[in-house]
C-alpha cells in the first residue's frame, strides 16, 4: 500500500535507481571528456534495470510482509554488487569526479535498509495484535 512508509522508501530507492540510468554518475574533464551513465555498460544497465523494478514490485507485496522483506533482502543485495560494478567502471577510467546524481547510487541501499527495518517493525505490530485476540 502507497500509504505506508516502507512503500514511500521502496519508491524512493526505485526512482534513484532509474536516476542512475538516465543521469551521468561520473565525468572525466579534457582532453577526453567523458560521461559514464549507468546505461553504459550491459551489467550496470541490467542490474540497475531490474533493482528498479524490483523496488517498485515490492511495494504490491504489502499482503505477505514476510515474502516483501525477503525480497528487500535480496535487493539490498543486488545493490552492492551495483555498487562493485560501479568500482569497476571508476577504475577503468582514472582522474575523473562523481557528478551529482551518483550520490543516488550511495541512497539506494539506505532506503533498502529503511524499508527492512519498516517492514519488519510492521510485522511485529501485526503478530503483537494477533497475540491480543
Avoid at 16 to 40: K, Q
Avoid at 44 to 71: D, E, P
Avoid at 86 to 94: E, L, Q, T
Avoid at 98 to 107: C, D, I, R
Wanted: glycine share 4%; net charge positive; hydrophobic share 55%.
Amino acid at each position: 500500500m502507497i500509504q505506508r512508509i516502507q512503500s514511500i522508501w521502496l519508491l524512493l530507492a526505485s526512482a534513484a535507481a532509474f536516476s542512475v540510468l538516465r543521469l551521468p554518475f561520473y565525468y572525466t574533464p579534457t582532453p577526453f571528456a567523458l560521461e559514464i551513465r549507468g546505461s553504459d555498460n550491459m551489467t550496470t544497465l541490467i542490474s540497475l534495470a531490474f533493482s528498479a523494478c524490483l523496488s517498485f514490485i515490492t511495494i504490491f507485496l504489502y499482503g505477505n510482509r514476510m515474502l516483501q522483506l525477503k525480497v528487500v533482502i535480496v535487493n539490498f543485495l543486488l545493490s552492492i554488487l551495483i555498487g562493485y560494478f560501479i568500482y569497476k567502471i571508476v577504475a577503468a577510467n582514472p582522474g575523473g569526479g562523481f557528478t551529482l546524481p551518483s550520490a543516488s547510487l550511495f541512497f539506494i541501499p539506505v532506503l533498502q535498509i529503511l524499508a527492512m527495518v519498516k517492514i519488519y517493525k510492521d510485522e511485529r505490530l501485526v503478530k503483537s495484535a494477533d497475540r491480543l485476540r
